[in-house]
């Protein structure tokens, strides 16, 4: 299994409150990226990660930020939990050229 | 990025042989063609990919038309873990993997 850790893993909170999810890997790769999953959208892309301090916006990044301060973490902060915001929310990495990305176990967020 | 369809679901045997289609008929040059599948309260794990040619991999073969606008997805001999919902996916190799997940196909596997 590829060295993916997500945190919390479960997480219930109150409209308006921030959030941030954890994403660490052990694997040195250069990519990472965010997804949601919801019923009827499938895994949508929040925002990806080329690099340290490097991040560009996926197809749904309003209402997110993304941090990347060190190789191995990426940060999905939500600075305003609203209820279209509950989701599960996966973490995703990938090498600089390979074809097969990994993705982590999911994190359950509920706003309510 | 290529547009996909896929079957909503599909049904099969333990034991038998499963063939998953997906129709990429936009598909470009560069795209190879991934396929990833997403068991019950699980990340999406990859399954196999290609890009002319038919490919073998301990889980699962892929079966590529000529003209590259459809695939199969085969599955030599089903478990009952592989019921999961199997994503076709169209996308280059190199640089970030931004890929585009659809609805699937929902496998369900008979005992």
């Known amino acids: 299994d590829a060295g993916i850790t997500q945190s919390p893993r479960h997480k219930v909170t109150e409209t308006g409150t921030p959030v941030t999810l954890r994403c660490h890997q052990t694997e040195n790769h250069r990519y990472m990226y965010w997804y949601r999953q919801d019923p009827g959208h499938g895994l949508r892309l929040i925002h990806y990660?080329?690099?340290?301090?490097?991040?560009d916006k996926g197809e749904v990044s309003d209402g997110y930020s993304v941090s990347r301060s060190k190789t191995e973490d990426f940060l999905l902060t939500l600075e305003s939990a609203t209820s279209s915001q509950t989701s599960v929310y996966f973490c995703?990495?990938?090498?600089?050229?390979?074809?097969?990305?990994?993705f982590g176990e999911g994190s359950w967020l509920t706003v309510v | 990025d290529a547009k996909t369809t896929q079957p909503n679901s599909m049904e099969s045997n333990e034991e038998e042989p499963v063939h998953l289609p997906c129709n990429h008929s936009t598909i470009s040059g560069t795209d190879y063609i991934h396929w990833y599948r997403q068991l019950p309260s699980q990340g999406p794990e990859y399954v196999i990919h290609?890009?002319?040619s038919n490919v073998n991999n301990r889980m699962a073969s892929l079966a590529i038309a000529e003209d590259r606008k459809s695939s199969t997805l085969i599955l030599h001999r089903a478990t009952l873990r592989d019921a999961a919902v199997y994503y076709c996916i169209p996308h280059i190799i190199q640089g970030a993997q931004k890929l585009v997940f659809g609805q699937g196909t929902r496998l369900t596997i008979n005992p």
């Open positions: 290609g890009l002319t």
């Open positions: 990660s080329y690099g340290v301090k490097d991040t």
């Open positions: 995703a990495i990938g090498q600089s050229s390979g074809n097969t990305i990994y």
